[in-house]
């Protein structure tokens, strides 16, 4: 027992209650547990957004070797081709004759007198 210090009565002393200790290790090994799947998911996520990525980049990749193959043949203009000249062989052929339009038949048409055709005609 002590004495109150500002008024000096006599107060019993508390007692203390113990209670037992809650074991708190199986909660920490739980969330240190979770922590850890959830850190392997992480990189297993992260494994495969890299592997698509690369892929991806893979497959940009390429389209682009394939454009740049495209445009440098463009650019490389083969050398041209000298075509022989044409041989003219000449033979000893007579031209073909034309062929001959029958004469043409002139009529006379016999004019009719001439006729006055009024007054002063």
Known sequence: MSNCETCGQVVPEPEVAVEEAVDLEPVAEASVEVARIEADRDIKVAKIAAHVADDELELRLAALEGELRGI??????PEPEVAPEPVIVAQDVAPEPEPEMPPREEREEPK????PKGFFG
């Not at 440098?72 to 203009?77: L, P, R, T």
């Open 112 to 115: 009719a007198p001439r006729k």
């Open 72 to 77: 440098k043949e463009a650019m490389v203009q």
